[in-house]
């Protein structure tokens, strides 16, 4: 007599599904470690761009402070100059980051990560947040040397907070836009020559060394038009400015916080634009 058996089969075990936000931070996470591995191989890399800020803290600016800032009463000139340098070392810092672009697109390190299956656009929000946090922590170092050089910041957890998304804003703006010169310049030497232009030559038409009341009408309209006049007068209500005179140039109102509101709107949207901008010029450089 033939007897049916039956064979028992274990379930199959549970599979956690991988949620679509989950995948994207770790490719995310991992793209930003493999660009600060790559950004921070040597010492040199992260102190050299720190050495003209820092100079300039140390050394022009107390100097500055003991010739013009006699022309200026009422003005801590020293604090004054010391958050310019701010606006000096964040733009240079991003354009320099914008140079693995190049290299990783002429070493051919960029084609394996577009063979990758994740999405592209992570790979330059790793590289933002790698060039963010190199700035911010440079920043740090060109704070505490002003400091200790004579600076008086008169800070408060409000005002940390304005200098702060001030400084992300800009850091996030000038990213985006060596993101999209990385990804129209053919070279590094061609890239290395634009970098003044973008990151240096605004400098002098923001009110880093003298209030931007002090330009020609002309000169004083298109300063107003630049994220980093914004972001200066935000970072100098922040920590020194508390009357808002440099919001007060731009924006002619007496409302502090809805100044700085509105500089604030200003330096972000710009970093929202040169971001996308920055993504768009990826796109089409990785077809090629």
């Not at 820092?54 to 020293?78: C, E, H, K, N, W």
């Not at 006049?229 to 140039?249: E, K, N, P, Q, S």
């Amino acid at each position: 007599m033939a007897i049916a058996t039956t064979t028992a089969t274990a379930p199959p075990a549970a599979i956690q599904p991988v949620t679509v936000p989950s995948r994207h931070f770790d490719a995310w996470a991992t793209l930003t470690r493999r660009r600060l591995a790559l950004s921070t191989r040597t010492p040199r890399e992260v102190v050299i761009p720190l050495l003209t800020p820092v100079l300039f803290a140390l050394v022009i600016a107390p100097a500055l402070s003991d010739t013009v800032g006699r022309f200026q009463p009422g003005l801590d000139y020293m604090s004054f100059v010391a958050i310019a340098t701010v606006g000096l070392l964040v733009p240079i810092s991003c354009m320099f980051a914008g140079l693995g672009v190049i290299i990783d697109r002429r070493g051919g390190g960029l084609r394996d990560l577009l063979a990758a299956p994740i999405a592209r656009p992570l790979i330059v929000f790793g590289n933002l947040a790698v060039a963010v946090l190199l700035a911010g922590l440079q920043l740090v170092v060109l704070v505490v040397a002003a400091v200790l050089r004579g600076a008086d910041f008169h800070a408060s957890v409000t005002g940390i907070a304005w200098f702060a998304a001030a400084a992300l804003a800009l850091a996030v703006t000038m990213y985006g836009a060596a993101e999209a010169l990385a990804n129209v310049m053919p070279t590094q030497e061609e890239y290395i020559g634009a970098v003044p232009a973008v990151a240096i030559v605004p400098w002098f038409f923001a009110g880093s060394l003298f209030p931007i009341s002090a330009l020609p009408a002309g000169l004083g309209f298109i300063a107003k038009l630049l994220p980093l006049t914004h972001a200066l007068a935000l970072m100098r209500y922040g920590l020194i400015d508390h009357r808002a005179t440099g919001l007060r140039d731009i924006w002619g109102m007496t409302n502090p916080t809805a100044m700085a509101a509105l500089s604030m709107t200003v330096v972000t949207l710009f970093a929202i634009g040169l971001t996308a901008l920055g993504l768009r010029a990826f796109r089409r450089a990785s077809l090629h």
